[in-house]
């Protein structure tokens, strides 16, 4: 099984924990940083709609808890057409992503399509320095 094999069936994985008893709408997210370390999360709703947290937040809040600071290569799974980020998601990837960072994008039986961080997110908003932001 190879680097993104692995990735996959990790997404596929947490997906299965999603919490998502209002839209039933359950998502995946895995993430792999450079050293090969992967980092999962998986969609939270709550009765109030706008606490719900997505699968790549999840995702990245775990990342960074453990003290990782970039993103190598993504994958978020869905059961849909294409379950693309959702916009506040582009943007915490953005915030971490490796300049080559490629998110696939999955339904349960594979990835369907990938996409650079520019495809997904042109023209994003970012500060100029972001170094007291990383962790050297
Ligand atoms: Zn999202």
Known sequence: MNDLDKLFE???AVRERAYAPYSDFLVG???????GTVFTGCNVENASY????CAEGGAVS???AA???EIAEAVVIGDAALCTPCGMCRQRLKEFGMP???VHVADLNGIRRS???DELLPAA???EDKSNNRKD
Not at 29 to 35: C, F, S
Not at 50 to 53: C, K, L, R, T
């Open 10 to 12: 990790a997404a596929r």
């Open 29 to 35: 997210a895995a993430l792999r940083t450079p050293d």
């Open 50 to 53: 706008p606490v719900s947290v």
């Open 62 to 64: 775990a990342m960074v």
């Open 67 to 69: 003290g990782y600071r």
């Open 100 to 102: 080559e960072l490629v």
């Open 115 to 117: 996409f650079t961080m």
């Open 125 to 127: 908003f970012e500060l």
